[in-house]
């Protein structure tokens, strides 16, 4: 919502959020179902505690939010479940009783004088007390029985509702699917060049994957049954789709079988099942990068080497992409791309393997799937979480992270 508010800002010229009240009451800004909208977190401790992920978002928020008409209304325990960087852009405080009169930040003796048998009492930040008012029409019929609170406030929210006349509605929170069909996604008559291969969380937009210019490899982290064979399988069903047998080769490493039957034959450069074989076809991938050097580097098909589970191919001690190595670095212009995936369990120290360097210093982009948080940082600035299958945070240079539900056309027994 914040991203779409960004980009509705600058393509209407609106510098100001007194300028979008304005222009939305007169209907210049039909994007936009209101002018401003409210998030309300009930316990920022709790939701920091169990949403560490979450933790980032709402920082944003915080600070740029307000600027485009999202605010955000908070209760908290203590002042300090919010980062002290992040206290000075809460406008408003309204300070109840706390359980300890020391961490009032109006006044530790007013905070003293609040007791418990004063529900509703507050202090501003003017020094001042305040009783805080309950939203209900007939508070009289309460006789103390705070139980009854919950049922009228829905009683008074369903009002509300049924008597509102305007046209407009509250924006609804729009979620990634659980499961995507690729069929949703734009077929390559719609888009030609990019390949999708997912929805984005941050626009609801197809995640394309231009091997190109952006995306020269792909390094997927997730552990097993995340969905990153389905997301190969997708890639390269895409990538078939909308090139010719003379201008696309995929090279497969596939040593569980999970991509046995996804690519055609006169598109297969290759398939090796364990690490011998692996070695055998990366070594006969180089010798025909090796004749692209010069003046025939930018001819020829584009190859494309597809690797699920490399943590496989390269136990024991084997390095069977070592061949590759050395043509990385002009990958570019010798039309070459990888897409590669391993688990997260063991990633950071993986990650040092020269082969899985050279991926992501030669202009690889990431995909962080599904993962347990003490692995650390797997990326820049990036820790693995639970995720449901499919998902994963779309990493590329140059911009923000986002999720990614992955599309898949038809059911994978047995998937990683």
Not at 338 to 354: E, F, K, N, Q
Request: charged share 25%; net charge negative; with cysteine.
């Amino acid at each position: 919502m914040l991203a779409q508010r960004e980009r509705v800002f600058a393509e209407h010229g609106i510098d100001s959020l007194a300028l979008l009240r304005a222009r939305h009451a007169a209907g210049q800004v039909p994007e936009l179902a209101t002018a401003d909208v409210v998030l309300l977190v009930d316990g920022v401790g709790a939701v920091r505690g169990d949403f560490e992920e979450l933790d980032e978002t709402f920082t944003a928020l915080l600070s740029r939010g307000s600027g485009f008409g999202i605010h955000v209304v908070m209760t908290m325990a203590r002042w300090n479940e919010v980062r002290m960087q992040s206290q000075p852009l809460i406008g408003t405080r309204v300070e109840l009783r706390l359980n300890d009169p020391g961490d009032s930040t109006v006044g530790r003796k007013l905070a003293a004088t609040l007791r418990a048998d004063q529900p509703g009492r507050a202090l501003t930040d003017d020094g001042l007390f305040a009783q805080v008012a309950l939203p209900l029409p007939d508070t009289a019929a309460l006789d103390g029985d705070v139980a009854t609170v919950g049922a009228g406030l829905d009683a008074l929210a369903d009002e509300a509702r049924r008597r509102w006349g305007g046209a407009a509605a509250a924006p609804k929170i729009r979620e990634l699917p659980e499961v995507l069909d690729l069929a949703t996604l734009p077929d390559p008559l719609d888009e030609p060049d990019l390949v999708p291969f997912g929805l984005r969380q941050d626009t609801m937009s197809p995640a394309l994957l231009d091997l190109v210019a952006r995306d020269q490899h792909l390094l997927v982290l997730g552990d097993p049954r995340c969905g990153k064979t389905t997301l190969l399988r997708t890639l390269v069903e895409g990538l078939v789709d909308r090139s010719t047998p003379d201008e696309l080769v995929v090279a497969v490493f596939d040593p569980r079988g999970g991509l046995a039957d996804v690519c055609p034959e006169d598109y297969l450069g290759g398939r090796a099942t364990s690490a011998p074989l692996a070695l055998q076809l990366s070594t006969a991938v180089a010798a025909e990068l090796a004749k692209r050097t010069g003046d025939g580097a930018s001819s020829g098909p584009r190859i494309v080497v597809v690797v699920d589970d490399y943590d496989i191919l390269a136990s024991g001690g084997t390095d069977p992409l070592r061949p590759l190595l050395e043509h990385l670095p002009a990958a570019r212009d010798l039309r070459l791309h990888v897409l590669l995936t391993r688990p997260v369990a063991g990633a950071s120290r993986a990650l040092y393997d020269p082969v899985l360097q050279a991926v992501r210093d030669t202009g690889g982009s990431g995909f962080l799937m599904a993962g347990e948080r003490s692995e650390g940082q797997v990326f820049p600035g990036q820790y693995a979480e639970l995720l449901p299958p499919g998902r994963g945070k779309w990493l590329r240079r140059g911009e923000r992270p986002t999720l990614v539900q992955v599309a898949t056309s038809q059911e994978v027994p047995g998937a990683p």
